[in-house]
């Protein structure tokens, strides 16, 4: 591959034109030897804090007129705590006693750190946060490290790090964003997922992206094929223009099923949900016509920020979601943290294999006062709308039975002390381990409903960790294995009456979606943006038409061979569909 080619995973399908701009990420730290003159070191924080203090009333104003008072005061506030004499007089006090001035910012704002995080009250713990961030702010204006400001990026940027965490992706606008490149990652990371949702391309795995590319290099990427060319020549700009137009068309044509119900050819009503993170996503649901939100990762309102949002917070934040779409579901999974979703506040032990380790429920069962918060919060929302409360990781039934005492427990106290709720709360599984694709059967006797993670399914039963590239190949969907499972559980869903739906990524694959069909799924819950082509295409496939699919494709041996004999599927829909047709014509003839 020559020099100004680069070539990486597909992780999020898109074409993309504009010019590179690297991130960095920030080092912190500093130089611990004792200061060598005293005054300068005074004048270095003063000067610091100076710079902190106008940056900060200046993006508070912003604030103010983008979001709201609420947002600017967070901002304010941290200007009152940096400039607390209590905090610049122990500073002082601490270069005085020889340190320099970073030293000093750092061990100050610790002590405070340290005081505030053990307290009880939430409010006291939010302050704690709150210093953590003056400390990195001041810490960068001493370094002098600028951060990339991902909120106010210019037009067509296309980003290139080694990696960027989910947190970091709250602050993205779409509209400014042509794409991203990262040198690790793959096509199911979260990263994949949030700008699949975002319709942003992205091309991950890419080998020392960040030393072949140079900043403000113009560049044209491909997210579907994970091929980018950066300085491109006229004839490659101008067939990226090409695909560029072709894409936009498609999209507009997709743009008909926005005021189509969800229908196979046959007329089967099908549920199309969404998949959100935080409630901001909801518009996007909306805008996409979503039928509801058939999982709502809750662990996206713990990240980005350094302390755990206390139950009042949460309650808003799930309330939020359950009135702005108005009875219709609201899938709600509790906190999935654990494997590669880390939340730096809650001190996960490092652990050997951390997809395999306390990830999900099985941290939430053993920190319970942490879920129970979160529990309350959930079942205080499910009086606003039609919530429903899903249970991530699952592997024995004990974790099910014990979220069940856990939930009947609080509706009991709030039974007692009159606080309302709905009584009929749904509580289900999510099915994406092997061990509860065995013991589905078992599961769906205490479950109200089920939602197949294909993406935890699939790396758990192919042993192929989902972020690995090197095992990527064997992470498929496709495989035999993946599929004799989801159709199994989905048996079980239906033997015992209860519905199954599908969250993973394997939801909207236009050529996985036959097979889903055939396997009885009735609700599909992909991200805002894939409702329109899922849509499209189970209007192309009626139940009756999969059945013939499945029962080609189930008989197969390998991933390759079922994709391959799927790829012709299409065609042979189609003649099925024409001869159903023509059958049903003979026999309105001959009534
Ligand atoms: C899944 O595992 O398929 C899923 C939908 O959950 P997540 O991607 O958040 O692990
Ligand atoms: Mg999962």
Redesign the pocket.
Known sequence: MSSNKLKGIGASDGIGIGNILVIKEADLNYDKSPAEDIDAEKKRFNKALKSFAKRTESEAKKLRNSAGDKEAEILEGHLLLATDETMTGQILEMIEGGSRAEAAVDRACNAFIDMFSGMEDDLMRQRAADIKDVRDELLKLLLGIKDTDLGSLPPNTILVARDIAPSMTSKFKKKNIAGIITEVGTATS?LA?IAKAMEIPLISSVPEALSIVKDGEPAVMNGKTGIAELSPDETTLAEYQESLRKELEHKAELKSFRRKKTKTLGGERIQLLC?IGTPAEVASVIKETGEGIG?F?TEFLFMNRQCEPCEDEQFEAYKEVAVAMKGKPVIIRTL?IGGDKEIPYLDLEKEANPFLGLRAIRYCLKNDGLYNRQLRAIIRASAYGNIKLMI?LVTCVEEVRSVKEMVHAIQKEYDEIGVAYNKELPIGC?I?TPAAALIADILAKESDFFSI?????TQYIMCADRGNNSVSNLGSYFHPAVLRSIRQIARCGKAAGIPVGI???AAWNPNMIPLLLSFGIDEFSVSPSKVLPTRAMISKWSIHASHYVEDDIMNLETAEEILIKLFGEQLRNDLVHEKIKSEQRELDETE
């Open positions: 979260h997922i998949n999982l990762r999935d991530p999510m994406e993670g294909t993406n935890d399914l969250c993973g990524e």
